[in-house]
């Protein structure tokens, strides 16, 4: 868990950067309906929990950079007998200071009446708009409250400043703590992988494999970071599928995207797997292809090397093993520089991870792909998807999606793979499943 003494350093930092005369707004996630008077399970807007670790809907975070009174402030949500006794226990603004390192909290009721204050004589105001229509609206609100004040005095702030430029930065580079909740929730998703492929038989359904997911994830105290992807056959090929309600059929492969969540960390995990135990020839040769791509791809995964490094080596070798195995006619570098190995493999090669599953953070700096550096953590996630009916390949490959996506933290030796828990050498893959079926 992510302790109170470190997101105190984050909020200090942040403060360091904004300046004096700054103020930051930072308001969580309300809870959304479902469905009539059902809500989805809350989760805390990821830039609001980073900064304060305060997990309610309805508050909001204020940074006011060596203001007297406390430059940290919370606006929450107040204690309610009555409501808590439906809804479960709140902190209410004396939780807020006692347990959440507050300077001061005040009732989400009484904000109208103590921001446009606090908003007053700043010379910026930090607050990302757009993210919130809702909000927005009730920001500007403020400032044109400051602005109305003006013959008396009252001085509107003079800028505004998106504050993902400076919050988004800070998160791209991990902590020790984080790499831990980052290890833990990827440890947790690459147990449930081993589950899925020990109890994967023909004739279950995907769902009854989400299932088995959902019990590791859930026994651990976890959710799921995402919409588990759980797809057989020619579901594999489809890239976000998630109804996950057809039938496992003998000689197909199965292609599972899963993560876990712990402490709002996510993991990205996939592996792609015969739903029979044992690959075919045409299934074995094309899977060993996307991992010696995978693997060309992690090894690039260092201090130094660029953002695009990783997706360039996968795009070779995966390009090499389509014109070998004679998917793809023609020379290599041609085939690459025309981009004729997209007809296959459509995606890039990875994404940064983090507190969102697609974390924050630019990918360039300037023209330039961004350099990789010890904290950050990516994914690496080559595959190959080969759908029924593709013009001018052999009927032995349709059908055929795979993909192999591993969570890899940058350090200063070298890259480290957080999820290698999970097999995916083919040997492996069909030793595991064997012996799920032999315990069976």
Known sequence: MISQAEFSRRRKQLMRMMGKGSIAIIPTSTEQVRNRDVDHPFRADSDFYYLTGFDEPDAVAVLAPRREHGEYLLFCRERDPAMETWTGRRAGTEGAVARFGADDAFPVSDIDEILPGLME????????????????????????????????????????????????????????????????????????????????????????????????????????????????????????????????????????????????????????????????????????????????????????????????????????GLVKLGILKGKPAELIRNEEYRRFYMHRTGHWLGMDVHDVGDYKVGDEWRVLEPGMVLTVEPGLYIAAGSKGVARKWWDIGIRIEDDVLVTRQGPVVLSDAAPKSIADIESLMAAGRSAA
């Open 121 to 320: 004589d700043c010379d910026q105001v930090f607050y990302t708009m757009g993210a919130r229509p809702e909000f927005d609206k009730s920001v500007m609100e403020w400032v044109n409250r400051i602005r109305q004040g003006s013959r008396g005095g009252a001085r509107t702030p003079d800028r505004f400043v998106t504050l993902e430029h400076l919050l988004h930065d800070m998160r791209l580079y991990k902590s020790r703590s984080e790499v831990s909740a980052m290890r833990t929730a990827a440890r947790t998703a690459c147990k449930a992988h081993r589950r899925a492929m020990q109890q994967c038989r023909p004739e279950l359904f995907e769902y009854q494999i989400e299932a088995e997911l959902l019990h590791e994830f859930r026994a651990a105290g976890m959710v799921p970071a995402y919409p588990s992807i759980v797809g057989a056959g020619e579901n594999g090929c489809i890239l976000h599928y998630t109804r996950n309600d057809a039938r496992l059929r003998d000689g197909d492969l199965l292609l599972i995207d899963a993560g876990a969540e712990y402490d709002c960390y996510a993991s990205d995990v996939t592996r792609t797997f015969p739903v029979n135990g044992r690959f075919s020839p045409a299934q074995r040769a094309l899977y060993q292809v996307v991992l010696d791509a995978q693997l060309a791809a992690i090894e690039q995964v260092r201090p130094g090397n660029h953002w695009n490094d990783p997706h360039e080596a996968a795009v070779k070798v995966l390009t090499r």
